[in-house]
Nanobody, 121 residues
Framework: QVQLVESGGGLVQAGGSLRLSCAAS????????MGWYRQAPGKQRELVAT???????NYADSVKGRFTISRDNAKNMVYLQMNSLKSEDTAVYYC???????????????WGQGTQVTVSS
């Protein structure tokens, strides 16, 4: 069974910083792309940032230059460093990992439970 555990959310003032972490555990063959998504109240879940196995990154326009995604393959972890936070960044942030449980199996997508980020103005 695969589990994703997120940490690092909380309440921060506008202009502040937070660092989210997500750890993947369980039995699997390989982890492919990792990423962060967010969902604000009354809105659809949206992509924040993704990172490939060779550290190629992709960011939503709204967070470019402020957020940085990174990963530690040895620890099966992905991080999101969030700087210059704005009130519109307030949302539940979800970790997403695409992995293969077995070598010849198709890739599956897994989600964390979500961590709340609240930015006060």
């Amino acid at each position: 069974q695969v589990q994703l555990v997120e940490s690092g959310g909380g309440l921060v003032q506008a202009g502040g910083s937070l660092r989210l972490s997500c750890a993947a555990s369980g039995r699997f063959f390989s982890i492919n792309n990792m990423g962060w998504y967010r969902q604000a109240p009354g809105k659809q879940r949206e992509l924040v940032a993704t990172i490939t196995t060779v550290n190629s990154t992709n960011y939503a326009d709204s967070v470019k230059g402020r957020f940085t995604i990174s990963r530690d393959n040895a620890k099966n972890m992905v991080y999101l460093q969030m700087n210059s936070l704005k009130s519109e960044d307030t949302a539940v942030y979800y970790c997403n990992v695409r992995l293969r449980r077995l070598r010849l199996e198709s890739e599956y997508s897994y989600w964390g439970q979500g961590t709340q980020v609240t930015v006060s103005s």
